[in-house]
């Protein structure tokens, strides 16, 4: 093993205390969105993951119930420690995070007619919606590696971009269709590839 892949080779949370941490720091600096606050964390400063597998596990995330981030959490505490694992990120995502938020919901009450406030949230739509962007931005290199190949990739989200804005496709038939398509095309992409026969 060269020194580069050690150096690629993903770290490990050192125990169960740190991956709550790691999820209870994502969890509270996630405002209208943790995808971008996830991918920072748990790639680009813990080093838990690489791009490749952040992208494949958001994949996954998005075609379960339930947010993805959560189910994020859950992947990677079980991936690491088991059901003791997923326990403690999903205690982390949850525990001081839901004080926080029950607070500031009986503070909203008292100050929502307020204009500033009101002006305050659209301002914090317009941000999450760049951090969004910003996210998809960064994770665009891992499409390079990817067996569908970067054609079928860029086909597929335009695919989804016209199926969600324009004809408002529900989201079963867009995974079913889509997702379908997808999961052809990078089994076709996988079986072409000398790499991956055994």
């Keep these: 093993m060269?020194?580069?892949?050690?150096?690629?080779?993903?770290?490990r949370p050192a125990s169960l205390w740190a991956l709550y941490l790691a999820f209870n720091r994502?969890?509270?600096?996630g405002?209208?969105?943790v995808l971008a606050v996830a991918q920072r964390e748990l790639v680009e400063r813990l080093?838990?993951?690489?791009?490749?597998e952040f992208v494949e596990t958001l994949a996954i995330a998005q075609v379960l119930p339930g947010p993805n981030v959560v189910n994020i959490s859950l992947m990677i505490g079980d991936r690491y420690f088991g059901l003791r694992g997923a326990f403690a990120a999903l205690a982390g995502m949850f525990a001081l995070p839901s004080v926080l938020v029950l607070s500031m919901a009986a503070l909203y009450g008292s100050v929502s007619q307020h204009p500033v406030v009101g002006n305050a949230l659209r301002g914090m739509g317009a941000v999450s919606a760049g951090l969004i962007l910003a996210t998809g931005l960064k994770l665009l290199p891992a499409v390079r590696r990817n067996p569908m190949g970067r054609a079928m990739a860029a086909l597929l989200a335009l695919a989804t971009l016209a199926a969600v804005?324009?004809?408002?496709l529900p989201l079963p038939w867009l995974v079913?269709?889509?997702?379908?398509l997808g999961m052809a095309a990078a089994w076709r992409g996988l079986k072409a590839d000398p790499r991956t026969e055994g």
């Design 2 to 11: 060269s020194a580069t892949d050690v150096a690629r080779a993903p770290q």
């Design 26 to 29: 994502l969890a509270l600096q």
């Design 31 to 33: 405002f209208g969105g």
């Design 47 to 52: 080093g838990w993951m690489t791009r490749e």
């Design 165 to 168: 804005v324009w004809l408002r």
């Design 176 to 180: 079913l269709l889509l997702g379908g």
